[in-house]
């Protein structure tokens, strides 16, 4: 299984971006799609999750302005990042629980980052 994360740039203060991650290989369910983020020197933090039942749960610091939303025909979820804010820039990463066959054990997967600059 792979994780593509799309959507990524240069926004200025207030702006907005939408996040993209799409899931391709072999998918028998995925049980929830989180949006995480990472600045140089920091450890990797949890913006957004978005369970297979709809549930959503957001870093105290994005909400209000960020929204989750997944797709589970497409395999995919969205970031949709409103009134962005300088210390909103970082990587962010997509990550799916995944379980690849009914047999399979549930697991993380990863995408590769996508980088969000916000500019003053």
């Known amino acids: 299984v792979q994780l593509q994360a799309s959507g990524g740039g240069l926004v200025q203060v207030g702006g907005s971006l939408r996040l993209s991650c799409a899931a391709s290989?072999?998918?028998?369910?995925?049980?929830?799609m989180s949006w995480y983020r990472q600045t140089p020197g920091k450890q990797r933090e949890l913006v957004a999750t978005v369970t297979s039942a709809g549930s959503t749960n957001y870093a105290d610091s994005v909400k209000g302005r960020f929204t989750i939303s997944g797709d589970v025909a497409k395999n995919t979820v969205y970031l949709q990042m409103n009134s962005l804010q300088p210390e909103d820039t970082a990587v962010y990463y997509c990550t799916f629980n995944i379980k690849a066959t009914s047999w399979a054990p549930l697991r993380a997967v990863w995408g590769q980052g996508t980088q969000v600059t916000v500019s003053s």
């Open positions: 290989g072999s998918i028998f369910d995925i049980t929830s």
